[in-house]
């Protein structure tokens, strides 16, 4: 069981940064794939980025490329995605997901087993 709590979301105007973090609790933490995920209102939830539990490999969306990264800290049991020039499109609400090492698809959010409640990001222009 692994439970994940975001944090690190706000207002900021368009062009500067926001870093968002995901405590995740568990020991097996280091197992999982991690990922962020973002609702926009109105609109479906969309993949932004993902972790491989390896720590091998790292994937964006296009939207964001460039512009996001995200990392791991498995000793501390943290995922963080670092948001830099921000656009008002940016505006979401942002989830951690982790998935199991099974049958995961990076950007399918129904290959992910558990989710945070989500980190409100706006940004204004």
């Known amino acids: 069981q692994v439970q994940l709590v975001e944090s690190g979301g706000g207002l900021v105007q368009a062009g500067g940064s926001l870093r968002l973090s995901c405590a995740a609790s568990?020991?097996?933490?280091?197992?999982?794939?991690m990922a962020w995920f973002r609702q926009a209102p109105g609109k479906e939830r969309e993949f932004v980025a993902a972790f491989s539990w390896s720590g091998g490999n790292k994937y964006y969306t296009d939207s964001v490329k460039g512009r996001f990264t995200i990392s791991r800290d498995n000793a501390k049991n943290t995922v963080y995605l670092q948001m830099n020039s921000l656009k008002p499109e940016d505006t979401a609400v942002y989830y951690c997901?982790?998935?199991?090492?099974?049958?995961?698809?990076?950007?399918?959010?129904?290959?992910?087993?558990?989710w945070g409640q989500g980190t409100q990001v706006t940004v204004s222009s």
């Open positions: 997901a982790a998935a199991s090492t099974t049958a995961w698809a990076y950007s399918l959010g129904v290959t992910y087993d558990y």
């Open positions: 568990g020991r097996t933490f280091s197992s999982y794939n």
